[in-house]
């Protein structure tokens, strides 16, 4: 069969599209005209499984200062890689880095919530004996925190302490060594496109963005390194994205 030209769409909706189904083309890619199949999907935590309760701004301003805030945040518009700015500082000075990123940290567990549509979402991929993975940048019991209060597991679930983190692509291609499946066989559903969507394109996988508001669909995002390949506005479009754009056949 010959190859035909088409979109893997690394895709962003304008601020009046709501579905991925909408999606602008950019780029074109040779692929085989075969739906791809997909056998795994691994999640980010906070902001995706989980609703956003962490202020992340406030947290980077209080462990760089305002100075470094503002001038990392001029060079780095998909984000803040809080942990990799602060390794090579002084261990007292880390210490106390890392003492205010767990203060955050622990009020946002005193205030989790599941996002709308993940326990459906989940539901669907059991349903279809499709495998579910975690990766955070938070600590392990945050992860052990959500396994117990939600009663729904994921495995391998790495947090912060797997090394490398995100935005490396080490721990989704751990995953798909551990589940035997390959990179291309995976999507990466997250909200972060300098974490999320980098780790995921980095490995080779598909990627989702979940962009609840809209807000990546800022100029200031246009000329990103990693796009993603699909965005959507909740989990709940995940499941038509899915039986849309994929073979979910076990």
């Given at each position: 069969m010959?190859?035909?030209f088409?979109?893997r769409a690394?895709?962003?909706?304008?601020p009046h599209t709501?579905s991925?189904s909408?999606?602008?083309k950019m780029?074109?890619?040779?692929v085989?005209?075969?739906?791809?199949?997909?056998?795994g999907?691994?999640?980010?935590?906070?902001?995706?499984?989980?609703v956003p309760?962490?202020?992340?701004?406030?947290?980077?301003?209080?462990v760089?200062?305002?100075d470094m805030?503002e001038s990392?945040?001029?060079?780095?518009?998909s984000?803040?890689d809080?942990?990799?700015?602060?390794?090579?500082?002084d261990?007292?000075?880390?210490?106390?880095?890392?003492?205010i990123?767990?203060?955050?940290?622990?009020?946002?567990?005193?205030?989790l919530?599941?996002m709308?549509?993940?326990?459906?979402?989940?539901g669907?991929l059991?349903s279809r004996?499709?495998r579910?993975g975690l990766i955070?940048r938070?600590v392990k019991s945050?992860?052990?925190?959500?396994h117990?209060r939600?009663?729904i597991?994921?495995?391998p679930?790495?947090?912060r302490?797997?090394?490398?983190?995100?935005p490396d692509p080490?721990?989704?291609?751990?995953?798909?060594s551990?589940?035997?499946?390959e990179p291309?066989?995976?999507?990466?559903?997250g909200?972060?496109l300098?974490?999320?969507?980098?780790?995921?394109?980095?490995a080779?996988?598909?990627?989702?963005?979940?962009?609840?508001?809209?807000?990546y669909?800022?100029?200031?995002?246009?000329?990103?390194e990693h796009k993603?390949d699909?965005?959507?506005?909740?989990?709940?479009?995940?499941?038509?994205?899915l039986?849309?754009?994929?073979?979910?056949?076990?």
């Amino acid at each position: 069969m010959p190859l035909l030209f088409i979109t893997r769409a690394p895709l962003f909706r304008t601020p009046h599209t709501r579905s991925f189904s909408s999606i602008q083309k950019m780029g074109s890619t040779v692929v085989n005209s075969v739906t791809p199949r997909l056998r795994g999907v691994v999640f980010d935590m906070d902001g995706t499984l989980t609703v956003p309760v962490i202020d992340f701004q406030a947290m980077y301003k209080q462990v760089l200062g305002q100075d470094m805030y503002e001038s990392i945040k001029l060079k780095s518009p998909s984000g803040i890689d809080i942990l990799h700015h602060f390794e090579t500082w002084d261990a007292d000075k880390q210490q106390r880095a890392y003492q205010i990123i767990a203060d955050f940290e622990r009020l946002g567990l005193e205030r989790l919530q599941i996002m709308p549509g993940a326990s459906e979402l989940c539901g669907f991929l059991d349903s279809r004996k499709i495998r579910r993975g975690l990766i955070t940048r938070n600590v392990k019991s945050a992860v052990d925190l959500f396994h117990q209060r939600f009663g729904i597991l994921f495995s391998p679930a790495l947090s912060r302490e797997f090394r490398p983190y995100k935005p490396d692509p080490g721990p989704l291609l751990h995953i798909c060594s551990a589940w035997e499946m390959e990179p291309s066989e995976v999507i990466m559903i997250g909200d972060s496109l300098k974490d999320d969507v980098a780790c995921g394109k980095r490995a080779g996988a598909f990627t989702c963005l979940l962009d609840e508001t809209g807000r990546y669909a800022a100029p200031e995002y246009a000329t990103v390194e990693h796009k993603p390949d699909y965005t959507v506005s909740s989990l709940a479009e995940v499941i038509s994205l899915l039986e849309t754009k994929f073979d979910l056949a076990p």
